[in-house]
């Protein structure tokens, strides 16, 4: 039982549908993954990472309400079991099965639960967890911005993605918790900024800073600022669904992911509209800001950069989020973790998947014939070199992270047992409940 730092890749497994639902965006199809898995695991373990971002495809495993086919995943979960690579599972990446339609219906979050709770019954030994990822971005892209799933384009049509996303979110981690006792649940979100480029249009960016938070205020049943409190209402959230949010969070299981990349950095202007504004503050002084509001052990979720005409552009990047990370570790924040996004190169994210025309974009440890990038030789030699210098500043939480391999061992059931018992003590829900809202 050694504490660990979180190196990590991921897998990517987006999967939202376009043109009004008539088509499925399946990152994992069409980076070849469900032809080359084995070999994306061989590469994972060949950059000496143990840690890896990765979930079941959603739409051909949950079929209906209590109806699954996990074939794939018992395939694929089985092999990183046996290889004692530990998943962080995305149970929910920008979509849903065809027949649960898409994130505005109400039935969402209790029948996800229920996939939840099904996925940990049939892998038990798997502890972290994304349930739902980038749940913030979900709901703008699918309800603000109308580029995927809904298509929809209205405050009140975000408003009941984000509650939905939000609620689903909360009530797999119950699901799973039950489950699992000792589970730990990394958000990975979006960090995001909005920089006024004028004065006429500081209001507006005032706004969408307040906004940017949302997700994670009702995710850990923090009190939203007023002003967000009456933008939730008057767009369709009841007092009653608001309650649900602050009565009802696992905070103290959570891992606070903060997603950072050159674009998630805003110019707004007066009128409201907005423009990539490129990396002005940095990873480390919005994860500060992002910190300072929640409390939370934090982990760096994502990040990739193009390799680029010169070739080193994406390890420079590499060695700027890096430098990052270890500016908010030695500031004093628990930071456990880091991540880059994803192990292989990605297809027509140059256009956020709104159109689909196979465009490769070379943001991977790997091209798409699985050779390596010069970024992934970077952060094979930056985890040889760092992997050794921060355990000690890893895993703050009182819960130990359990590997595949040490999962029957009788430290992890013990483990399991007191982390059921402490659920089951009621003299403590007041205690969490307390905490999250004086945040």
């Given amino acids: 039982m050694t504490p660990r730092f979180l190196f990590a890749t991921g897998i990517e497994n987006s999967y939202p549908t376009i043109q009004n639902g008539r088509v499925r965006v399946d990152e994992m199809e069409k980076c070849g993954h469900y032809t080359h898995w084995r070999k994306d695991f061989d590469l994972v373990q060949e950059l000496g990472i143990s840690f890896l971002r990765y979930g079941p495809p959603i739409h051909t495993t949950w079929l209906g309400p209590g109806q699954y086919d996990w074939s794939f995943a018992d395939e694929t979960f089985g092999e990183l079991g046996r290889r004692n690579i530990a998943p962080i599972v995305d149970l929910c990446h920008f979509g849903v099965p065809d027949w649960l339609g898409n994130f505005q219906n109400p039935d969402f979050p209790v029948l996800f639960a229920d996939y939840a709770r099904a996925f940990a019954q049939r892998f038990p030994w798997v502890q972290l967890y994304t349930p739902v990822n980038e749940m913030f971005i979900c709901a703008v892209f699918s309800a603000l911005y109308g580029w995927w799933n809904e298509q929809l384009t209205t405050d009140q049509a975000f408003v009941t993605a984000l509650k939905h996303i939000v609620k689903a979110n909360v009530l797999a981690m119950q699901a799973i918790n039950q489950v699992r006792p000792d589970a730990l649940f990394i958000q990975s979100e979006s960090s995001e900024y909005f920089h006024a480029e004028n004065p006429q249009a500081i209001r507006a960016a ?24 009456e933008y939730l209402l008057d767009n369709g959230m009841t007092r009653e669904e608001y309650h649900f949010f602050m009565h009802n969070n696992l905070r103290h299981q959570c891992i606070m992911g903060n997603d950072y990349y050159k674009t998630n ?12 504004s490129g990396e002005v503050f940095g990873y480390h002084v919005i994860t500060r800001q992002y910190h300072d509001r929640y409390r939370l052990p934090v982990m760096h979720t994502e990040t990739n950069l193009h390799q680029g005409p010169c070739g080193d552009e994406a390890v420079n990047w590499l060695w700027k989020e890096w430098a990052n990370v270890l500016r908010v570790r030695n500031d004093g924040v628990p930071i456990i ?21 196979g465009n ?19 952060y094979k030699q930056l985890i040889h070199d760092w992997r050794q210098v921060l355990p000690a500043q890893s895993v703050c939480l009182q819960v130990p992270i359990v590997m595949p391999h040490e999962s029957t061992q009788q430290w992890a059931r013990l483990q399991q047992d007191e982390a059921q018992a402490s659920d089951q003590d009621a003299s403590t829900a007041p205690a969490n409940v307390a905490s999250a809202e004086a945040g």
């Fill in 206 to 229: 005032e706004l969408m800073n307040a906004r940017r938070f949302l997700s994670l205020d009702l995710n850990y049943g923090r009190r939203v600022e007023s002003e967000m409190y």
């Fill in 337 to 357: 973790g880091f991540t880059w996004y994803s192990l292989t190169d990605q297809v027509d994210w140059d256009s956020a998947l709104r159109e689909n025309r």
């Fill in 265 to 276: 950095e805003h110019r707004v202007r007066a009128d409201g509209s907005t423009s990539a």
């Fill in 360 to 378: 490769v974009n070379p943001l991977g440890l790997y091209d798409l014939d699985r050779n390596i990038r010069p970024v992934g030789q970077a």
